[in-house]
Structure formats: C-alpha cells, structure tokens
C-alpha cells in the first residue's frame, strides 16, 4: 500500500518517470521485468497480445465478473503495483505503457480478480477500441470493469473506472452526450474516494467534452 500511495504522489507532482522507475524496481523484485528497449518492448507486447486468448479460455467477457478471487498474495501485489503505475506510464513513459496494462490484464484472467483487475480490464477496453479497433468487446470489456469494481464494493477505483468509460469509450457506441451523467458520477465517486489525481483530470475533461458536444 505505501508503494501505491508513493505512486500516485509521483502523479500529483508530475514526477511520471520517476513514478515508472520506482515501479520498474518494485515488479523485477516480484519477477516481472519492465522492457526497456523498443525491440524488448515489442517482443514483449507481442507476448502478452498472445496470452489473452489462452487465458480467457473462451470465457465471455461478462463472465469474468464471476471469475475466482486471486489468492496468490504476490499476485495481488503485482496486479496493484502495474495498475498504479500504468498512469505514470501513459503520461511520462509511453513506451511501457502496453506492456504494464497488457500484463496486469494477463494476470488478472489467468489468476483471478482483485479490485486492481478492474482497472486492468477497463484499460484494456480502452485500448481494444484506441488501438485494435474493436468497439464493441471494448465497451464490454469497460462496462463488465465497472460491474465487477460494485460487486467487490470498492469505491478506491470506481471514479476512474468511470472516468475512462465516459472520457474515451462510451462515446463510441452512444450519442456523446450520455457522457456527461457518467462523468459526473466519477466525479463525485473521486471525491467519495479522496481520489484528487483523477479527479484534476475529471475536471478539465469533462469541460474539453461540453465543448466537444457544442450546447451552450
């Protein structure tokens, strides 16, 4: 927990590189290691893009939200140290970025869910519809997050589960201004939580959308 919390202060100070180096030495110690070049990168995402299917093992994705609770306590931690290093990654270290969330995703569908998994699962649905163009299993994939982030009763991680479904996936299957309600419940679901850092980012968002939709 005192990792997770350094990380997200990282954030808060825009300290984002060094949010990812802290987390790079966090996870060897756990025995995931972090790529560092662009052809260890690549190698490493192809891998990880290879797992999926085998550990979703035919499952639906609305099944998932039944799938076992991991019991591996180095599992957990793994799962809870790429989750909060992801936004380091998107923003400082873009490079490592498909690999933390593909990772994080592999380990919660071949081991089990934590309340971290539903963040793996709704990034995951981010990038199936930003980068494999697949629409569809990405707004189930964030939907199926959500149900999952209320049946384990967390509302640590709810608000940015709602942020990334109504800022960056749900307005590709709905008129985008059905985004509107859904950021506002992440914004307030972020101040229930003390959760400031994806509440700054709620806050000027939701602002970039109003201006997207064009109402006065």
């Known amino acids: 927990e005192a990792i997770c919390l350094r990380l997200k202060l990282y954030q808060v100070a825009g300290l984002y590189r060094e949010g990812v180096g802290l987390a790079e030495r966090i996870l060897r110690a756990l025995g995931i290691v972090v790529p560092g070049s ?3 990168a690549n190698a490493a995402i192809g891998n990880e893009v290879a797992q999926i299917s085998k550990n979703l093992a035919g499952r639906p994705i609305e099944a998932l939200i039944d799938a076992k609770l ?3 306590p180095t ?3 793994s799962i809870e140290v790429l989750a909060n290093a992801a936004p380091c990654a998107y923003i400082g270290q873009p490079a490592a970025f498909p690999f933390i969330a593909l990772k994080m995703l592999n380990l919660s569908l071949e081991h089990g869910n934590t309340p971290a998994s539903c ?3 709704s990034v995951y649905g981010f990038m199936l519809v930003a980068v494999f163009g697949d629409t569809d299993a990405g707004y189930r994939f964030s939907e199926m997050s959500i149900r999952l982030n209320e ?3 967390d509302i640590s991680l709810r608000g940015t589960l709602l942020h990334l479904h109504g800022d960056h996936i749900n307005f590709w299957k709905k008129d985008i201004r059905t985004d509107l309600p859904i950021l506002e419940q992440a914004f307030i679901a972020c101040q229930q939580a003390g959760d400031y850092v994806y509440a700054n980012y709620l806050a000027f968002e939701t602002i ?3 201006y997207e939709i064009s109402d006065p």
Do not use: G, T
């Open 38 to 40: 662009a052809e260890e």
């Open 151 to 153: 049946k384990l009763d």
């Open 208 to 210: 970039w959308q109003v």
């Open 70 to 72: 991991v019991e591996d």
């Open 119 to 121: 963040f793996a699962y």
């Open 75 to 77: 599992i957990r931690v």
